[in-house]
């Protein structure tokens, strides 16, 4: 995975979670893989399956952008677990379907 920097207008948000935004990315498709981003900062995660079962969630830097901070990063992996068959069938819908996610804003709390 050699993710890079998306650019707003190739990154469909499909969650706001007090400011930490949950995207995906135009140019990267499979894996799975559903960026986050607060503020200037961003990390990317693969989500890894076999046998139509999860079995990683493998988080990393962008390059050239700063990697969000450790609390944000438990965040991140909170709402892709917590949100998974949501993400799985939104990045179908995108990349299979050609349809824009619906963004949604969480106000419950994912720690």
Same mark, same amino acid.
């Given at each position: 995975?050699?993710?890079?920097?998306?650019?707003?207008?190739?990154?469909?948000?499909?969650?706001? /979670?007090?400011?930490?935004?949950?995207?995906? %990315?135009?140019?990267?498709?499979?894996?799975? @893989?559903? /960026?986050?981003?607060?503020?200037?900062?961003?990390?990317?995660?693969?989500? @890894?399956?076999?046998?139509?079962?999860?079995?990683?969630?493998?988080?990393? %830097?962008?390059?050239?952008?700063?990697?969000?901070?450790?609390?944000?990063?438990?965040?991140?992996?909170?709402?892709?677990?917590?949100?998974?068959?949501?993400?799985?069938?939104?990045?179908?819908?995108?990349?299979?379907? %050609?349809?824009?996610?619906?963004?949604?804003?969480?106000?419950?709390?994912?720690?």
């Amino acid at each position: 995975m050699n993710p890079k920097a998306p650019t707003q207008t190739e990154s469909p948000v499909l969650f706001d /979670y007090y400011g930490l935004e949950l995207f995906l %990315n135009s140019s990267d498709n499979r894996p799975i @893989h559903i /960026y986050a981003r607060s503020g200037e900062n961003m990390s990317v995660a693969a989500i @890894h399956f076999k046998s139509g079962i999860q079995t990683s969630i493998d988080i990393r %830097n962008v390059p050239d952008v700063g990697m969000i901070d450790d609390r944000e990063i438990r965040k991140f992996r909170a709402l892709i677990e917590q949100n998974l068959s949501q993400i799985v069938n939104s990045w179908v819908d995108y990349y299979v379907y %050609n349809r824009k996610p619906i963004a949604e804003r969480i106000m419950k709390p994912v720690e």
